[in-house]
């Protein structure tokens, strides 16, 4: 795969464990790519969920990915501030159709006043039932929530203020090419 560059435009593709597509976001804008992450932004963004319902994003949103956390994080620019929604998932690989990675139910978000809350525990401990999480896996992804928090906490990379106006600014410019 070649690695996109910026302006360029990916599909994002979420699978669940068990191989089965989740949901597709069309047309994703490149900011930045690094050897291990990728930055992008969705803005009225058609989205197609794995029953072949569609809708499109409302808001800018900022999406940062990374090859080395079980996680991604979006931030949504809306009107009264940033809310963040970061989905609880495999490092994302890449290849000449998306990137892919596969998502894992748990979910945190996190309001514009800094309120948090961790989303879909039920639903990730019937699918850790279901699709036959390993205990591995399990260590893995409740770590994983640990570092999240410390990063929104600690508003490290995605999570500061900084970092989202930097990346929709920089979306701006290129928008207006």
Not at 82 to 87: A, I, K, M
Not at 94 to 102: F, N, R, V
Request: net charge negative.
């Amino acid at each position: 795969m070649v690695v996109p560059k910026e302006a360029e435009f990916i599909t994002i593709q979420s699978y669940k464990h068990d191989g089965q597509l989740h949901r597709t976001w069309r047309d994703t804008m490149v900011l930045k790519t690094s050897e291990h992450s990728i930055i992008g932004v969705n803005d009225h963004t058609l989205v197609t969920e794995s029953d072949g319902r569609r809708w499109v994003t409302r808001e800018p949103a900022i999406v940062y990915f990374h090859k080395k956390f079980w996680f991604n994080v979006i931030a949504m620019i809306r009107e009264k501030g940033v809310s963040y929604y970061c989905n609880l998932a495999s490092p994302y690989v890449l290849d000449d159709e998306a990137l892919k990675y596969i998502d894992y139910d748990l979910d945190i978000k996190v309001f514009p006043d800094g309120e948090k809350r961790l989303l879909d525990v039920d639903e990730y401990e019937s699918h850790r039932r279901k699709m036959h999480y390993s205990p591995e896996l399990d260590f893995i992804l409740k770590e994983n929530v640990k570092i999240l928090v410390d990063w929104i906490n600690n508003e490290k990379g995605p999570f500061s203020d900084e970092y989202v106006n930097i990346w929709y600014e920089r979306y701006k410019q290129l928008a207006r090419r």
